[in-house]
């Protein structure tokens, strides 16, 4: 008598055992198939679907530094920088070591900078004290990020 018992016990968690490793493959199997989706779409500069597809990974994987890194680089892509930085920064908190979120950040932060700079240049009155300053931290970023005028 115990012993069809103690075989029921087994049989039971056997399955119960494999239904909890197939549950924890699923979302990594979904999120590998998505990343590589995500990855297609931005290689064919398809960058709104590529947001799209790692906004959602980020949400099923929240603790991945590379798809809030990729996230960004799609945010950036799609002229999205405030977008992108939060991004970045996401990324960073994930993995503090990962120095293409850094110095992807870093580029874009000087280039919301230089514009403010454009900005400042369009917008302030000629005899505006902070136009000049601001001429000259505008120059700087120019040679800094190697564009031109």
């Given at each position: 008598?115990?012993?069809?018992?103690?075989?029921?016990?087994?049989?039971?968690?056997?399955?119960?055992?494999?239904?909890?490793?197939?549950?924890?493959?699923?979302?990594?199997?979904?999120?590998?198939?998505?990343?590589?989706?995500?990855?297609?779409?931005?290689?064919?500069?398809?960058?709104?679907?590529?947001?799209r597809?790692?906004?959602?990974?980020?949400?099923?994987?929240?603790?991945?530094?590379?798809?809030?890194?990729?996230?960004?680089?799609?945010?950036?892509?799609?002229?999205?920088?405030?977008?992108?930085?939060?991004?970045?920064?996401?990324?960073?908190?994930?993995?503090?070591?990962?120095?293409?979120?850094?110095?992807n950040?870093?580029?874009?932060?000087?280039?919301?900078?230089?514009?403010?700079?454009?900005?400042?240049?369009?917008?302030?009155?000629?005899?505006?004290?902070?136009?000049?300053?601001?001429?000259?931290?505008?120059?700087?970023?120019?040679?800094?990020?190697?564009?031109?005028?």
């Amino acid at each position: 008598m115990a012993r069809p018992f103690l075989i029921f016990i087994l049989i039971s968690m056997v399955t119960l055992l494999g239904g909890c490793a197939s549950h924890r493959q699923g979302p990594y199997q979904l999120s590998l198939e998505q990343s590589e989706a995500a990855m297609a779409s931005y290689r064919r500069a398809d960058y709104k679907e590529a947001v799209r597809q790692y906004e959602f990974l980020t949400s099923q994987v929240p603790k991945d530094a590379n798809f809030w890194f990729y996230l960004g680089n799609a945010y950036a892509k799609d002229k999205q920088p405030q977008r992108a930085v939060m991004a970045y920064e996401n990324a960073l908190i994930r993995d503090n070591g990962l120095g293409k979120a850094w110095y992807n950040m870093g580029l874009l932060q000087m280039q919301q900078a230089l514009k403010t700079f454009i900005d400042m240049q369009e917008n302030l009155p000629e005899n505006d004290p902070a136009r000049k300053l601001g001429r000259e931290k505008m120059d700087a970023l120019f040679q800094l990020l190697g564009q031109t005028k």
